[in-house]
C-alpha cells in the first residue's frame, strides 16, 4: 500500500460512520453471528497445444457450506457447483482429438491475436466460470448469515437487494485511501481495531457497498498488512449500525487458526474448511494423467 | 444394525504411503457410526465390471484433524484451553480392518476401493463363513454386535470337539474374565445342540470344582437377574436360560474312617434330589499315581522299580511272599504295607535275595505308610475305586467332582488320577457318549511351559494330541496361556480371551494381536470373549450371558455348611434321601447301638444309587437284627373282665 506525497484526503473514498477517519477498538467479540460460509476454487492444466493455440482442462467449483452447531456440514448438491471442463479457442475446437473426451468450453477468440492474448483469454474464462458458479449460489442463499471469501459484486440481486451476507477480502490490490493520513491510519491499525465504514469507490461493473478495514492479528516482525483485511457489507443502514457486532464475529472467527496455510493471519478457519472441500474435489494429478489417457 | 439391511458407513481408503492389500484395508467413517474394534463390515465395488465383495474386521481405530502440529493448536487457541473456537477442527474416524472373506475367493488382489457397509446378520454369517455349517454343526459361542441386535456367532463342532479339530483353550484374568462363566455358557450351548440337532454326538462333561462353589449349584435356580439383553443371547443362541439337567456331584470323604464328605454343598436342602456322591482311589490307582502321591524328586529309578515290581506281583495278581508266607494279593493299602514289611523282615534276616536293597523297601514303605494320614480322605478303605469313572458317562449328564476343600497336593493326585483314568477309558473306548469334555482350569499349574515333564503333563498333551480322535475333548483354562506347554495350547483348534492383564498381552505369543486388540483385552468387560476359531479368518468378540445357575457365591450363602454332626445323623439324613418309609427308618436307626459301625453304613448309603432302598442296607451293614415284636404284657388279671 503506497500513499500520495501529498494530501489528496478529497480522492479518498467518503466514511459513512460519523466521526474522523480512526483506529476503532472492536467491542464484543464474543461470539459469531455466521452460519454459512462461501467460497470458490479453481484448478486448470495445460493439457495440450494444438497448432500453438492453448487448451486447459479445468475444474472449477464453489459451495456454501453450513455450520450446524460447531461443525462444517459437507453440502448437499444444492449447494455445491463444480465442473470439469476443456477450455479452448473455438477455432481449434473441431481439430483437436481430445475435444471428443470431454465437455468443452469453446471460447471466441480471434485467430489472428498472439498467442498470449488467446491464453489469457482462456484463462480468464476459467475465472469467470468460477465465478458464475459463485455468484449462483450466493444468488441462491435466502437464510441465515453467510460470509463469503471476496467481495460482494455478485451478492447482490437483480432488484438490488442483499441477503445477510458480509464479505472478506485478504488482498489489497485495490488502495483506496491514497491520502497519508488515512493510510497510515489503515496501517497503523492493531489487532482487534478497525477503521469507520466508508464507501468505495467502485468500477461500472462493481456492487456499491459499505467497507471497513480490519486487523484480525499482529506481529510486530511482520509487515503492516499482516492480518489486516478489508470488510466489504451491503450498503444499507443496517449493517452500518451493526459493523462494529460484525467486526467482533469475524475477531471470533480467528480461532482456530488456518495453519499451517501462509495466510493463516487473513485465511479464517470456515473458508480455510471449504478450500479444502473444495480441492477434495478436484481431480488429482494423477487422475488427470488417467483422464487424458 | 438391522437384521438383514446394511447400512453405508465410509468408503476404503488407498493411498500410496497406506494401500490396500489382500488382507488389511482402511476405511474412513462418519464419527456418529457406532463401530469399533471387533465391528464387522462389508466393502462392495465393481472391478472390471465385476461384483466383488470384500468382508472385514475392524482391527485398529484412528482419529485425526487438519493440524500438522501440535503448536498449531496452541497457537490457535492463543495458549488458552478454555477458549471455544466457533468452529470445530475438522477430523475424521479412520479404521484399519483385517479381511475376513471375500467373494469371489479367487484372485486374492488387493481389497478394492469400494463403499464401507455395516455388517448385517447375514454379512456377519457370511464373513465368518457359519451360513456354510450353522445348521447341522453349528454351536453357538456368543453374540457379535451391540444389544439392540446381537447376532449369533457359531463354532464348528467338529472342530471344537472333534474328529476334525478340537479342544478350546481360554485365558483370562482370575476373578474378571469369568473363564467359568463361558464355559458353563459353551457347555450349555453344547448340551442343547447334542440334543436338538439330528446326528449330532451324545455329549457328557467333567469339571473340576477347585475353589469355592462355583460349580456346585449347577442344577440350581439363580438368584440373580438375568438381564433382558442377556436372556436375548440365550434366546438368539437358541439355549434356554435354565440350570443344567442330569448333574452328578462327587466329593471325596473328610477321613476315611468317618463317611462324612468333605465338600461345602452339604445339606438336606442342597443335596434334595441329588446327593453328592464320594469318590476315592483304590489301591491301584495310588500304584499308577504314585509320582505325583511323593513328588517325581522323591521317586527315584529304585523306588519306582519296587513299586513296579509290587504292582505286578502283589496288586494285579496273587504272589508269593518270600520263604514260607504263602501267596498273597493286595487289596488295600494297608495289605499292601503289610507284604512289604514281610518283604523287608525278608531281606533283613537275609533270607534269600531281597528284590531291593531294603533302604529302597523302607523308603517306598515310609511313603506308603505317610499316604495313609496325609490323603486319607481319598483313600478307599476296601482298595475299591469308588467315584464316577467307575460308570460309563450317561449322555447329557455333567459330573462336578468337588476337590475345593482338599490341600493341593491331594487336588494334585484327585486330577492326576482322573486324568489318567480317563485316558485310560478313552483308550479303551469306554466313555460311555460320543465325546466327553473334560474342563480343566489351572492350565499353568497342571501343564507349565518350560517345566519336567510330569505324568500329569504327559496325559494332557497325549489328550491334546489325540484325544480329538477318541471322543475326548479337553476345555483348558488359565490366567497366563505363556506360561502353559505349547503343545497343549497349540492342540487346541478354539481359542477364547477375555480380560488378560497388560504383562500377558506383552508375552511373544499375542504378538498377532494388534495394539488395538491388545488394548481392549486388557480392558475387555465381564461377559464378553474374543474367539479364534479355524473356520474364522479372524479373531472375533462375542458377548455371552450370565449362566442359568446359581452363582457359587449366592449358594454358599443359600446353603450354609451346617455344623458339624454325629455319624448318626450322617445316616440319618442320607437315607432319607433315598428310597424306604422314612419311619421304618427312623425305627431302625434307633434301634442300633452305637457300636454299630457308623461310618462303614454311611459309606455304603453314600456308595449306594439315590433310589436304593435304605431299609435294606441298613438292615443288611447296620446288622440290625429286629427282633419279634414282643407280646405286650398284661397289665390285668385274665379273670378279671376290665368291661365288666
Known sequence: ??????????????????????????????????????????????????????????????????????????????????????????????????????????????????????????VKRISEDRNDQEKELLQRFDHGVLLTDG?????????????????????HATQHFRSRERALKVLGLR?????????????????????????????????????????????????????????????????PTSLPDPRHDKLLYPIHWIEEYLRALQPTDGRIAQLLG | MQANTSQEIGRVIGTERKPSTAYTFQFWARPRERIGIGSIVRVEAVVDDAQVTVYGIVVEAFAFNDLESPLHEFLSMGGDATITPPTMREDIRMFQAAVLRREPEEPVGAVPIGRVYLASEDDVQKALRTNEFRQQFGIACGCYGGKDNPVPVHLHRDFLLGSEAGHLNITGTSGLAAKTSYILFLLKSIFTHSKTTPGAPTVATLLFNTKGGDLLYLDKEPEHVISPDQVEIYHRCGIEPTPFENV?????????????????RFGAEVEEGNPTRPFAFGLQDIMDNFEVLVGREDLDAKAAGFLGYLKDKYVLAQGKLPGSGGERQAKTLGELTDIIKAELRQADNGEGKGVQHPLTMRKVLNRLTNLQHRYSGLISHDGKTLGPLSKRFEPGSVVVVDVSQLHSDAKDLV???????????????????????????????????GGGETYVLSALKDISARGRYMGLTLFGAQQFRSRVDKEVVGNSASHAFGHIEAEELAQPGYSYFT???????????????????????????????????LRGSDGLRKYPRAADRSLRELVAE??????????????????????????????????????ADAVAIIRQYGKVSVAPRKEPRAVLDDDVDPFA
Open chain 1, 1 to 122: 500500500m503506497r500513499y500520495a506525497p501529498e494530501d489528496v484526503a478529497a480522492e479518498d473514498p467518503p466514511l459513512v460512520e460519523p466521526g474522523e477517519m480512526r483506529a476503532i477498538p472492536v467491542q464484543g467479540a464474543g461470539g459469531t453471528g455466521f452460519t454459512h460460509f462461501m467460497d470458490g476454487a479453481q484448478k486448470s492444466v495445460a493439457v495440450a497445444d494444438q497448432l500453438g493455440f492453448p487448451i486447459y482442462l479445468a475444474h472449477t467449483s464453489a459451495a456454501i457450506v453450513e455450520r450446524v452447531g460447531r461443525g462444517m456440514v459437507a453440502p448437499g448438491p444444492d449447494w455445491r457447483m463444480e465442473k470439469l471442463a476443456l477450455y479452448m479457442p473455438g477455432f481449434v475446437e473441431g481439430r483437436a482429438a481430445i475435444a471428443q473426451a470431454f465437455d468443452v468450453v469453446a471460447i471466441t477468440c480471434d485467430p489472428e491475436a498472439p498467442i498470449e492474448k488467446v491464453r489469457n483469454d482462456v
Open chain 1, 151 to 171: 467481495n460482494l459484486t455478485n451478492a447482490k440481486r437483480q432488484d438490488g437487494s442483499y441477503k445477510f451476507v458480509v464479505g472478506v477480502v485478504k488482498s
Open chain 1, 191 to 255: 489487532a482487534g481495531e478497525r477503521t469507520p465504514a466508508f464507501k468505495p469507490k467502485v468500477s461500472k461493473n462493481q456492487a456499491d457497498v459499505y467497507s471497513f478495514y480490519l486487523r484480525l492479528q499482529a506481529r510486530p516482525d511482520k509487515s503492516s498488512l499482516y492480518g489486516l483485511v478489508r470488510v466489504e457489507l451491503p450498503p444499507e443502514t443496517e449493517y452500518l449500525n451493526r459493523a462494529d457486532e460484525i467486526a467482533g464475529w469475524l475477531l471470533h472467527e480467528r480461532m
Open chain 2, 248 to 264: 452328578e456331584y462327587y466329593a471325596p470323604y473328610k477321613h476315611v474312617a468317618n463317611g462324612e464328605l468333605n465338600t461345602v
Open chain 2, 415 to 449: 486330577f492326576s488320577a482322573f486324568i489318567s483314568q480317563i485316558q485310560d477309558l478313552m483308550e479303551d473306548r469306554k466313555l460311555g457318549v460320543d465325546r466327553l469334555i473334560v474342563v480343566v482350569d489351572e492350565l499353568n499349574k497342571y501343564a507349565p511351559s
Open chain 2, 515 to 549: 495394539p488395538a486388540v491388545k488394548e481392549k483385552l486388557a480392558t475387555l468387560p465381564t461377559g464378553e470373549v474374543l474367539i479364534k476359531h479355524p473356520h474364522f479368518a479372524q479373531p472375533i468378540f462375542v458377548r455371552f450371558p450370565i449362566p442359568p445357575c
Open chain 2, 574 to 611: 442320607r437315607a432319607r434321601q433315598m428310597r424306604g418309609n422314612p419311619n421304618e427308618i427312623a425305627d431302625l436307626l434307633s434301634k442300633m447301638a452305637e457300636d454299630n459301625d457308623m461310618a462303614n453304613l454311611l459309606r455304603e448309603l453314600h456308595r449306594a444309587p439315590v433310589d
